[in-house]
């Protein structure tokens, strides 16, 4: 089981720094709902539509047209803050962030500054060592996405699609709580698990669905326990936010170069410039993108179209009645119910269709076994077979199942099924028909086997007589029973034969 502590991590050394330093990180996700259509219009959210066809007359900003709230989207939020164990406020507001962008054609953001849909939660990290630590959301609120800008179409223009314009986003905001480039990772990996438990983000951060604003600062060892006493961020050095993040290989790797560029700085006697900064993963390096701007700078507002968000304990009762079982708690019914170590569980519970796919597999059945045929074989050959996930795999949970019961039931050696699960993987069928029908089941008659081993004994009297006196031999005569047989012969019964005919 996890060893939940938390403790800060040990201050962590920089390479070719001076001193010690510790790195403090707060993450801005920004997690795309899974909706069909958008925030304040009925567009369609589709991925990979024509540019510019999936845009509504508010998406455009067409004078008169007013924004409609989309409820499904409201529902989307709410669920997503009681997965993180969060507050839920029954009642918020949207605000308009101004500022002028080419794919902003309102020339505003509708936004949840002053009053969100969710308040204060947690996310439970798990780190390599086997430990856990909570780090703390501070808040989850609703804004309309933006559309995209492209810029390598034409030598001299640039173009716009809208398409993404008014999609609706949640931003989940932490507490500076995250302490390294692995615990970022592990932290937005647990975000994006949790949500597709859910069924409010795909997670799919190659599409955008899922990215990050990575804001880091570093500080000497014992700031950051101020921080916590006084909750004054002033302890924690200047930050630097590092835009749009959306792979957690890069976010980790950004971490690490943007400290390394904040310690340089410092201690060559300079001072960090709180600012927006992009991550070249080409160059290794982050670049400055603009000045951080700060509340004031948008000039927000509340928002004269649209209505406070006013909604019923009730509802948000009937949410929380209707979740389905999250990631953690599937993880400790796993090493309960099963007997899996806690490495499998994890594994199985990594998203929805491991953990059912292994459900279905295990059911009736020795729990270890199927998760040992799961993990191993069923993800060792999709992993082969150009990285195929769970949902496109050629064997069902019944086949693979049938395959567990021709074992537990001595028909068949593990060998066998090894050969059994490779037909089924690339043929198809039912295994029981299989073996039967090619003959592949293994030996049991334990007066055949000793007669094959018999015959191996009286041709290898010399071997019999270095077996006997270095027993580590025996596996010999097992090995060439098991090739007389076609690999066919119970490896058990071989191995009480060969050990009794050896020691007479």
Avoid at 240 to 245: G, T
Avoid at 267 to 274: K, V, W
Wanted: hydrophobic content about 40%; overall charge negative; glycine content about 8%.
């Amino acid at each position: 089981m996890l060893d939940l502590t938390y403790e800060l991590p040990k201050p962590k050394v920089i390479a070719g720094a001076k001193h010690d330093w510790e790195l403090v990180i707060g993450m801005e996700v920004h997690a795309q709902v899974s909706s069909n259509a958008k925030l304040f219009s009925g567009a369609s959210t589709k991925f990979g539509a024509e540019p510019n066809s999936n845009v509504a007359f508010v998406d455009a900003a067409m004078p008169g047209m007013l924004p409609v709230i989309n409820d499904y989207c409201v529902e989307q939020a709410v669920r997503t803050g009681l997965g993180l164990k969060a507050d839920i406020n029954l009642w918020s507001a949207f605000d308009r962030k101004n500022y002028f962008y080419p794919d902003l054609p309102q020339g505003y953001q509708i936004s949840q500054l002053y009053h969100p849909i969710v308040g204060e939660g947690e996310v439970l990290v798990e780190l390599g060592d086997g430990t856990a630590r909570n780090v703390r959301v501070e808040r989850i609120h609703m804004e309309q996405d933006a559309g995209k800008s492209i810029h390598d179409m034409d030598p001299n223009m640039s173009f716009v699609d809208l398409n993404r314009t008014g999609v609706c986003l949640m931003e989940i905001v932490s507490r500076p709580d995250i302490r390294g480039p692995e615990e970022a990772a592990a932290y937005i990996a647990k975000l994006r698990q949790i949500m597709q438990y859910l069924g409010t983000c795909d997670g799919n951060m190659q599409n955008g669905n899922l990215r990050a604003d990575v804001n880091v600062s570093v500080c000497r060892p014992g700031q950051y326990e101020k921080y916590q006493e006084t909750q004054d961020f002033s302890h924690l050095g200047t930050r630097c936010e590092i835009k749009n993040m959306n792979s957690m290989r890069f976010i980790q790797q950004a971490i690490d170069v943007e400290a390394r560029r904040q310690i340089a700085i410092i201690e060559a006697g300079g001072t960090i410039d709180q600012e927006t900064r992009l991550y070249d993963p080409d160059k290794g390096e982050t670049r400055s993108m603009r000045s951080k701007e700060e509340a004031h700078d948008y000039r927000y507002f509340p928002d004269p179209d649209l209505l406070p968000l006013e909604i019923e304990q009730a509802w948000v009762d009937d949410i929380a009645a209707n979740l389905p079982e999250l990631p953690d708690e599937k993880k400790a019914r796993f090493i309960k119910d099963f007997g899996l170590s806690d490495y499998d569980a994890s594994v199985l519970t990594a998203d929805v269709e491991s953990a059912t796919f292994f459900e279905q597999t295990a059911k009736g059945r020795s729990g270890k076994l199927a998760a040992n045929w799961v993990i191993n074989e069923l993800f060792g050959r999709l992993k082969k077979d150009e990285d195929k996930q769970i949902t496109d795999s050629p064997v069902s949970p019944a086949q693979l199942g049938g395959i567990i019961d021709l074992i537990s039931s001595d028909a068949i050696s593990g060998k066998i099924a090894k050969d059994l699960f490779e037909i089924v993987y690339t043929e198809g069928g039912d295994p029981a028909q299989i073996v039967e029908e090619r003959g592949m089941k293994q030996v049991t008659d334990t007066g055949a086997i000793e007669a094959a081993l018999d015959e191996i004994i009286a041709a290898n009297p010399a071997q019999v007589e270095k077996a006997k006196v270095n027993p580590k031999l025996a596996g010999w005569f097992v090995g060439q029973v098991m090739k007389a047989t076609g690999g066919k012969a119970n490896p058990k019964a071989v191995n009480e034969l060969v050990a009794k005919k050896l020691g007479e």
